[in-house]
């Protein structure tokens, strides 16, 4: 099942900031919902474990993630599969950019492709999509707050 999305949030940062944050594996931990571990392998390579909750099914994701077409400080590619076990694989990636917004800030915007499959895509794709835009959010306010601003 495939699953797309987009998005912009401003940030309340300079650009070489929220770079910097972007790539520093104990802010994305701190960021990410569920994250249970980041380990940065090598500076475009990351393992994680994430624990989410998608309608009634519970699942444990282990995988890697790794940072591809980079253009710093503006523009990376990440991308990366987890397999959850019984409950299903989610395989994908994300285009992010990041430019100069007027007082300072920076707007950053995505735009996903994800596949997922097993008991997770039998779910249906509005809980799916609902689910990866409150994840999105949440991850959101969280890298805002680390950035030490608000959502």
């Excluded at 099942?1 to 940062?13: K, N």
């Excluded at 007027?102 to 779910?123: E, H, N, P, S």
């Excluded at 991850?139 to 601003?149: D, V």
């Amino acid at each position: 099942m495939a699953v797309t999305m987009s998005g912009e949030f401003v940030l309340p940062a300079d650009k070489a900031t929220v770079w910097a944050a972007l790539n520093d594996a104990a802010t994305l931990k701190t960021s990410i919902p569920g994250c249970e571990s980041l380990e940065k392998l090598s500076d475009t390579e990351l393992q994680a474990a994430v624990k989410v909750k998608i309608g009634p099914v519970s699942a444990r994701f282990k995988g890697k993630v790794n940072l591809t077409d980079i253009d710093a400080p503006n523009s990376y590619r990440i991308s990366g599969q987890g397999d959850g076990g019984i409950a299903g694989f989610a395989k994908g990636g994300a285009n992010v950019r990041l430019a100069e917004e007027a007082g300072g800030g920076t707007r950053l915007a995505y735009d996903v492709d994800a596949q997922v499959g097993g008991k997770i895509a039998q779910l249906g794709g509005r809980l799916i999509d609902s689910t990866a835009k409150k994840l999105a959010d949440e991850f959101f306010a969280n890298f805002a707050k680390a950035l030490g601003g608000g959502s």
